[in-house]
């Protein structure tokens, strides 16, 4: 195979194996680009459930708001109807059932599961406040009747501090139960209860002190001007009326307990139950993320193995090249340098071996083999000539012998020269020819390469392209994480503010309490303002967790976008490299042709100086001929001589 033909197939190669690799680098990265995507995705839908659908079912649960429940419910749907069909079939497989259960959980076990919403002491609060309203007025109803009945009032101030002391003593140990959920406590209140019990039956025990409520005045008594205030017949002993109230509280106080135990355990039974549900769809979640890394990382695997798979094919391509040019060309090229070398320097006549006869060097081998081997026979014949002249010689005289030896030597010479100058105009014109095609090889390189160069430069423009926006993209996520936090600041701020009202809510119920009846309303308020210090306060928290959720949500796609750069920059350095290379081989291919250009016209020269050379030769050879014309005449004239003189002489 011709050495041409093997360039332009090694170019063609090459092409296709830059192009292979282009489309080979663009396929890889849209599919890193669609793994990246669904990966996205898939956060995108577990932060979903995770925080949305969580927060808005939690937010039903304490508040009993069916708006928060209708939400979720429309979340799990669109993630039914609109989510789960764009995912692989087997991870939509996996999620569907639990997705479902949730669903069905929502519509219909769990949907009065919000009903039972709102503060579970609301009633244990109200009977409280009642009884520390009733204490107060035994207290004023002893102060009433300090002066008339000193004894007797005294001792009801004292069961009304007992009875005061041991209603906080109940308050706190409802407190401390509620807090943490210790059945001690309960026991404890127990014990209270029955110590208060007791000072009551004590109390119920003392005398009255024979206060009655006033009756209003007789309109007409008081026109005739003998009103007076009388006590009813009928009317109940202000102190038999604040012990029967304090009796009925009391007895009411632990049915009020047992509703309040009942009511929390039942709404805790159906938050964990919905929380079960949730976690389980949250975990599927979890382990679909699995799936989809696993996914991730297979596609990264594949580009990977094709991209060493096509570096390994580009230098198995150079190998390749470089040993068919050591073969054919190289060691041909330094056997033939070898032979012109014997040949002009020593005059030494060997041929050329070579294996690769049908490529260009071996065709001039071949040629000049062909003229060793003429040189051979033609120095045999010439040879096997000088042996006849030799005994013609040395039959004829010595002296003419010789003059007609060198002249035919001479012309003999001449002739070969001549045959040797044709032959060199011939290897001359081979030559030129294989210099011109050099050229044209070289040009159509050079041409290529300039086109894989452009074509990287506009790949290296895309590059930068993309670079620049990823570079947008990440200052707008930072302004987002700025301004997130710059929220949740503000947020904590209305959080402290939320807790301070709530204290000052907290002291205004203590201070009404105190007040009495005429603190009653003031209580109402206050305890208003300490709910919706605490609604405000839990929206604060839910919002609180919303933005932490979009910090964490912002940090991984910071991370994306990092990993994307980079993957972009390093796309960017390929497309360069492959330009400079590209620029290199075109260059050289210029110089190759170059080269062939100056070896064609150096042929020429080569050519010209040959056939001048082969017309001295020529005209050499006739002048030769002509020499060796006019020796043989004078040997002949000389023969006749010796032979007249032999003759003459009698030799």
Avoid at 9 to 26: D, E, G, K, P
Avoid at 95 to 117: C, I, M, Q, R, T
Avoid at 353 to 375: S, Y
Avoid at 503 to 524: D, M, P, Q, W, Y
Wanted: glycine share 4%; net charge negative; aromatic share 6%.
């Amino acid at each position: 195979m011709r050495i041409i033909t093997i360039s332009r197939i090694a170019t063609v190669m090459l092409t296709l194996l830059a192009l292979s690799l282009a489309v080979i680098l663009y396929w890889g990265l849209d599919k890193l680009n669609q793994s990246f995507v669904s990966t996205l995705n898939y956060s995108e839908l577990h932060r979903q459930v995770a925080v949305d659908v969580r927060t808005k079912i939690q937010t039903y649960l304490t508040t009993g708001d069916a708006t928060f429940n209708s939400q979720a419910l429309a979340d799990l749907d669109y993630l039914n109807q609109q989510v789960l069909p764009g995912l692989p079939a087997s991870l939509a497989k996996q999620l569907k059932p639990v997705a479902d259960a949730l669903y069905s959980g929502l519509s219909n076990e769990f949907l009065g599961a919000g009903k039972l919403a709102g503060d579970e002491q609301a009633l244990l609060y109200q009977n409280e406040r009642e009884t520390a309203a009733a204490l107060k007025r035994l207290e004023n109803y002893a102060l009433k009747a300090i002066e008339q009945q000193p004894q007797t009032a005294m001792a009801y101030l004292q069961a009304t501090l007992r009875l005061t002391r041991l209603l906080s003593e109940i308050k706190s140990l409802r407190e401390k139960f509620w807090s943490n959920g210790n059945d001690v406590y309960v026991q404890q209140i127990d014990k209270a209860r029955e110590q208060y019990n007791q000072e009551l039956q004590k109390v119920e025990r003392l005398p009255r002190l024979g206060l009655y409520p006033v009756e209003q005045e007789n309109e007409y008594a008081s026109l005739a001007g003998w009103a007076v205030r009388a006590k009813n017949a009928n009317a109940e002993e202000q102190g038999d009326e604040i012990l029967r109230q304090l009796s009925s509280l009391h007895q009411r106080y632990p049915l009020e307990m047992q509703r309040s135990i009942q009511g929390l355990q039942a709404r805790a039974d159906s938050s964990n139950q919905v929380n079960q549900l949730i976690n389980n769809l949250e975990q599927e979640i979890i382990q679909g993320q699995q799936y989809v890394n696993q996914s991730k990382d297979k596609i990264e695997l594949l580009v990977k193995n094709l991209f060493f798979a096509f570096v390994a094919g580009l230098l198995l391509m150079a190998v390749m090249l470089y040993e068919f040019q050591k073969r054919f060309v190289i060691n041909n090229l330094a056997k033939l340098q070898s032979a012109l070398a014997a040949l002009v320097e020593q005059g030494h006549l060997s041929m050329v071996g070579m294996n690769a006869d049908r490529t260009e060097l071996g065709q001039i081998a071949a040629l000049f083999n062909q003229l060793i081997a003429n040189m051979q026979r033609q120095q045999q014949e010439k040879n096997q000539q000088l042996q006849d002249i030799g005994v013609t010689l040395e039959q004829l005289l010595s002296s003419f012998d010789s003059i007609i030896t060198n002249a035919d030597t001479t012309r003999e010479q001449l002739q070969q020269a001549r045959v040797i100058s044709q032959e060199l105009n011939q290897l001359a014109q081979q030559v030129n020819d294989s210099s011109a095609k050099v050229r044209r090889f070289a040009e159509e390189t050079a041409s290529l390469m300039s086109n894989s160069e452009n074509s990287a430069g506009e790949v290296v423009i895309a590059g930068e392209q993309a670079i620049n926006k990823i570079d947008l993209s990440q200052l707008a996520l930072l302004d987002l994480v700025k301004a997130v936090q710059h929220v949740m600041g503000i947020l904590d701020q209305i959080n402290h503010i939320s807790d301070q009202t709530n204290l000052l809510a907290i002291n205004a119920t203590i201070e009404s309490a105190h007040a009495g009846e005429h603190g009653r309303a003031f209580a109402v308020v206050a305890d208003e303002v300490r709910q919706l210090s605490k609604k405000t306060h839990q929206a604060v928290s839910q919002s609180t967790e919303l933005l932490s959720a979009l910090n964490s949500v912002t940090d991984r796609v910071k991370q994306h976008i990092e990993a994307v750069s980079h993957s972009t920059e390093y796309q960017c350095d390929l497309a360069k490299s492959l330009q400079g290379i590209s620029r290199q081989v075109g260059e050289h291919s210029l110089q190759a042709s170059q080269t062939a250009q100056q070896s064609s016209s150096l042929t020429e020269q080569q050519y010209q100086s040959v056939a001048s050379f082969s017309r001295q030769m020529q005209a050499m050879e006739q002048s030769a001929n002509a020499g060796s014309q006019e020796v043989k005449q004078l040997r002949a004239h000389v023969s006749e001589k010796i032979q007249f003189l032999r003759t003459s002489l009698g030799v």
